[in-house]
């Protein structure tokens, strides 16, 4: 007797890493296929990476809808990117398109099918008063009224406090750097505006290996994981696309994750790559370490159904993502006011 | 969370899987959706999870957390006695935020020779329980909460799911539609007094069937009677705002939007009794077509 396939995030996983060898031909597997790529917002990557491959025809609608919405998203991105570049046309430095928004405008396959939330960008540290003050002229507001979560945002963090377009109801991140200032490493935020590469638009990408190392940190050394999955999916594009690009790109990165103090991030990220999505990666890369297990383990916590499994994993990545963030005193001070205010703890 | 109770359920073109903590909610779906088609290949377009919502509430005052493929943070729980409610509210859910072959109306729509009649307007305009009684009076339900615009045919597409009778609608169509159609009473749930009415044989057997939009109402329940010319502008703007998936679909649903509007004659109507009404709009449906 055969036992039926219980879905998994791992098996989401094998269909992205190689999609022509992993088409189930079960409905049910397919439900729980689906349920745990819209719950790791992968969905849309998935439909891409399935465009020119046999699948069940009850099938096709669902990826169908998400290509519509992906090629949606990417409109929106560069819509949004491009309000901001008006709002901005007078100011003099650099503004870098980051994440999703920088892989679309690129035209990277990381962008891909790619959902897209927020506009995330950086600009110079110095000039933060004067691109906030041309962006809530342009119809950009404040969300925390919290005058506590604003003034940590202001003093802590690597980005202004979010502002969302009043009309438009879109979210705009303004970065200086691309971790907290009280998180261990301190990358070099003014090399990344000097290697800045411009685009046709007059809005800046970050150069390929400042734009892995902050894919790392976003994904390694920042935050709780959430998301996980669909950030080494970046990783995967990214490294996968350059390294072929130039042969000399895995020197350059390991120089340049040293000077941004991200050698351990940008290293897990690709040894996880590679054992997720099966990312070339130069031998001596391939190194596992003691903590592997766990992050895989969170990595894939979704059971059959999208929904949240391994609840102690995700409490121990959550208290991690806080300690990684903030000196011990620090996070004490932190959980002890928002704890009055009511309202610490995962989601 | 471990293995859960599963169904699958088709209505319309959409497919869902139910997955549940409990039995007793899918087993209470399971016999009242029993005249719709089955779904043996368990493709589906969405799942609805129906969990409680601490690990202690499984048991203890039972209470279902509606979560699912698209979900909402700040979903309040239910109690396990309105597990079937729940459930309707995760399909509705699954359709207003992930829904993108159609342009999805917040509207009721009942169907006569091939052309659609929809019925749109804030919750207690009674547009819900005049298409439940237009549907035990000559015209084919296609459904009471969402119609399905399509953007390529400008057809309407059907979303005959259970209705969902509420307060003095119960009573009202307890009176003209036999016993064994209605679900269990559910009385002070966040919505009133609720009531599951299965849509009558005719309405399942033509849930693939679409028709032809002929005349939209935006009705008013509890008013003088009366009936009012309606501005294209007007109509267009309160239809976006009547679409969950309008700005979605980006441009697509501004041009089957404004065809529509183009298209289709619409009046606003105020009425105090359903029978008054039923005439008012049998009145409007021959002078338009």
């Not at chain 1, 690709?270 to 596992?288: C, E, F, I, N």
Request: hydrophobic share 40%; proline share 6%.
């Amino acid at each position: 007797m055969t036992r039926r396939s219980v879905p998994s995030a791992q098996m989401l996983v094998d269909l992205l890493r190689d999609p022509s060898n992993h088409v189930p031909t079960d409905g049910a597997v397919w439900a729980g296929l689906i349920s745990i790529a819209r719950a790791e917002a992968l969905i849309g990557t998935l439909a891409h990476r399935l465009i020119n491959v046999d699948v069940p025809g009850q099938v096709k609608p669902v990826l169908e809808d998400a290509i519509v919405s992906a090629k949606l998203a990417r409109r929106q991105a560069l819509w949004e990117a491009g309000c901001a570049r008006r709002a901005l046309a007078n100011y003099d430095g650099k503004v870098i398109l980051m994440k999703g928004t920088a892989y679309v405008a690129a035209g990277l396959e990381a962008g891909s099918g790619r959902s897209i939330g927020d506009l995330d960008i950086m600009v110079a540290r110095n000039d933060l008063g004067e691109v906030e003050e041309m962006l809530l002229d342009a119809g950009w507001e404040w969300v925390k009224p919290d005058p506590y979560d604003d003034q940590y945002y202001r003093e802590y963090m690597h980005e202004l406090p979010p502002l969302i377009h009043r009309e438009r109801d879109r979210m705009i991140d303004v970065h200086h750097t691309t971790l907290p200032l009280t998180a261990g490493p301190t990358p070099d935020a003014q090399a990344m505006l000097d290697d800045a590469v411009q685009l046709d638009s007059g809005l800046y990408i970050m150069s390929p290996e400042d734009m892995i190392c902050h894919c790392a940190a976003h994904l390694m050394a920042d935050g709780d994981l959430a998301g996980g999955l669909r950030n080494l999916w970046d990783m995967h594009c990214l490294l996968s696309h350059f390294t072929s690009e130039d042969p000399g790109m895995w020197e350059k990165l390991e120089k340049r994750a040293e000077q941004h103090q991200l050698t351990q991030a940008v290293r897990r990220s690709a040894w996880h790559a590679h054992d997720l999505y099966g990312t070339k990666v130069p031998s001596l890369w391939q190194r596992s370490e003691f903590w592997s297990g766990a992050f895989k383990k969170r990595l894939l916590a979704r059971d059959e159904y999208g929904g949240e499994i391994r609840k102690m994993t995700r409490q121990a990545f959550y208290v991690r993502s806080h300690w990684l963030r903030m000196p011990p005193v620090m996070l004490t001070k932190h959980l002890w006011t928002k704890w009055r205010k009511g309202g610490a703890g995962p989601r | 969370m471990g293995q859960l109770h599963e169904l699958f359920l088709k209505i319309g073109p959409a497919r869902f899987r139910l997955a549940s903590t409990w039995h007793r909610p899918l087993e209470e779906l399971e016999s009242l959706y029993r005249d719709y088609p089955a779904l043996p290949d368990q493709y589906v377009d969405f799942t609805v999870r129906l969990e409680p919502e601490k690990p202690w509430r499984r048991y203890i005052r039972p209470s279902v957390h509606i979560s699912g493929d698209y979900w909402l943070p700040d979903a309040a729980p239910l109690p396990l006695a309105q597990g079937l409610l729940a459930a309707e509210m995760g399909m509705n859910l699954q359709m207003a935020l992930g829904w993108r072959r159609h342009l999805l109306l917040h509207a009721s729509s009942v169907e006569k020779d091939g052309k659609a009649l929809l019925m749109t307007g804030l919750s207690g305009s009674g547009k819900s329980t005049l298409s439940a009684m237009l549907g035990e009076q000559g015209w084919r339900f296609m459904g009471d909460e969402f119609a399905l615009l399509c953007p390529i045919t400008g057809n309407i597409y059907p979303f005959p799911r259970l209705i969902s009778l509420k307060n003095q609608a119960i009573a009202a169509m307890e009176d003209i539609a036999p016993a064994d159609r209605f679900g269990p009473m559910m009385k002070a749930t966040p919505k009133g007094d609720i009531r599951h009415l299965i849509p009558p044989i005719k309405a399942l057997h033509a849930m693939e069937e679409p028709a032809k939009p002929a005349l939209l109402l935006f009705p008013r329940f509890g008013y003088e009677p009366a009936v009012r010319e309606m501005g294209k502008s007007e109509v267009f703007v309160r239809l976006t705002q009547a679409s969950t998936n309008y700005v979605a679909l980006g441009q697509a649903s501004f041009e089957a939007l404004t065809g529509f509007v183009d298209t289709v004659p619409t009046r606003a109507i105020d009425f105090d009794s359903g029978k008054q009404v039923i005439e008012t709009i049998d009145t409007l449906w021959n002078e338009h077509l």
